[in-house]
């Protein structure tokens, strides 16, 4: 991108609401590493998990391929 912003986990766990929007089947993979994987380091989105309610995560069919449903 020609400009971005960037924000550390902290800063954004601190926030009173926090939406993940992801779209794309080509992000399933990582969209189930992030919800359901080990929360590491490698996988930076998994500790948004800490939020709790806080966190809304919106995806598509295509980005939610991967993710266990109940």
């Known amino acids: 991108?020609?400009?971005a912003i960037t924000?550390?986990?902290g800063t954004?766990?601190?926030a009173r609401r926090i939406a993940m929007?992801?779209?794309g089947e080509?992000?399933?993979g990582i969209v189930k590493e992030?919800?359901?994987g080990e929360m590491?380091?490698?996988v930076p989105g998994s500790w948004l998990r800490l939020a709790g309610d806080k966190l809304e995560v919106i995806l598509d069919k295509g980005a939610?391929?991967?993710i266990a449903t109940a």
Request: hydrophobic share 40%; glycine share 8%.
């Open 26 to 28: 080509s992000k399933a």
């Open 64 to 66: 939610a391929a991967e």
């Open 34 to 36: 992030t919800l359901e």
């Open 40 to 42: 590491t380091s490698d």
């Open 1 to 3: 991108p020609e400009k």
């Open 21 to 23: 929007i992801v779209s």
């Open 7 to 9: 924000m550390g986990l």
């Open 12 to 14: 954004v766990l601190g």
